[in-house]
C-alpha cells in the first residue's frame, strides 16, 4: 500500500449530445467537501482503489489483491470508504484514504462470495452485502455489526445473484437487484445458469427478515443489475442482456412498491444503440434527473425521474462510473474522470487523465466533512 498525490494532466473536451440544457448545475462550497473514490487497474494488471480530489489530485492509491467493484461511504468517518470486491468476491476492506491503509478485512464466511456491493444502515449500525452461497446457487443479504464486521444474520434475498442493493427511505426496507445469474469462484466469470435465468426485483423487510415484494421482467435473460432510487423512493434499475446479440431489448427499468415494472420510455433505435449493456445509475433528485451509463456503447443517457422518458445521450469512450455531488462526475476505463461544465451537457468539459489508470465500473462521491 502506498500513499501518493500528485497532480494530474488537464484537459478540455468538446462532446456530443443529442439534448441540450438537460442540466444546469451551480458550482456551490459543497464540491470541496467531496473526493472520487473507484477501484482501478493499472496497466500492469495490479488492482487498486484510489482517492482523488476535484481539482484532478490523487490523494491516496491502496493496493487491492483482486479487482474492486463498487465503493460506499461511511458516516461518521471522514475519508474513509469500504471498497468491494468485484463479482465474484472474495474481499471487502474499510480503507482510510488519509493515511492510505486498509483499516478492515471483511471476508465472507467459507462458501460464500460477495456480488460487489453493499449498504451500510444506521437503524441498527449495520453493514448489509449481497453474496452467493456458491453450493446451492442460492443468493442471499448477509447483515454485519458495523463496528467490527461480524456477521449477524442472513436472509434469503428472494433470487440468484444479487447485485447491487439499495435502502429505501425508511431504513428498513431493501430493493435488492436479483440478477438470476449462478456463479462459482471456481469458474469465475463464467455465467452457469443463463438457460434458467429468473432476474428479479426484490424488496426485504429487514426487520421481519421476509421478502415482501417481488417483481419480474417478461424476458427471463434480462438480468436485473444496478439500482438508484430516488429521495421518494423510486427505484431504478438497469439491465444487461444475456441473449442473442442480435435481439433488440430495453435496458432500463423503473418501480415504485405496490406497482408494477414499468420499462422507460425510449424509442427502437436508441435502445439498439445502448449495446444490451447498461452499468451505473446515478439520481440527481434536484434537477429531476437520471443518468445510466452504457459503456460498451460509449455514452451516458440521460431520463426524466418524473416520467422515465429518454432525454439525451453524451458521448464518453468506455464511460462507465457515475457519481454526484452538486455536479455530475463519470468515470472511464480510459482513465479519464470527466465533469460536467457549467450550463447545459453540450458545453465543454474539463477532463482529468490518468493514462496508467483504467477505472472501474462504480465512482463514488465520498464525503470528507
Known sequence: MSLTRRRFLTATATVACSA??????????????????????DHNNQHFVCAVDLQGN???RISLPARGHDAINIEGKPGRAIIFARRPGLYAFEVDFISGQIVHHIRPEQGYHFYGHGVLSTRENTLLTSENHFGTGNGFIVERDASNYQIINRYPSGGIGPHQIAL??????LAIANGGIKTHPDQPRKKLNID???PNLSY??????????QHQLDNPQLSIRHLGVSA???VIAGLQYQGIRTDLVPLAVSHIQGSSLKYLKASKQQWRSMNQYTASICVDDNNSL???????????TYWSLNNDSFLGTERLSDGAGLAYTDKLFASSGKGQ????????????????SFNQLRWDNHLLAMKIT
Open 20 to 41: 441540450t440544457g438537460l442540466f444546469a448545475f451551480v458550482s456551490s462550497s459543497k464540491a470541496e467537501q467531496y473526493w472520487l473514490v473507484s477501484a482501478a487497474t
Open 58 to 60: 490523487e490523494i491516496s
Open 168 to 173: 429505501m427511505s425508511n431504513d428498513e426496507t
Open 196 to 198: 434458467s435465468m429468473k
Open 204 to 213: 426485504l423487510d429487514l426487520v421481519s427478515g421476509k421478502i415482501i415484494e
Open 232 to 234: 421518494k423512493d423510486k
Open 290 to 300: 437520471v443518468a445510466i451509463s452504457c459503456p460498451r456503447a460509449d455514452m451516458i
Open 337 to 352: 474522470i470527466a465533469e460536467l461544465a457549467k450550463g447545459s451537457i453540450s458545453s465543454s468539459r474539463l477532463a482529468f
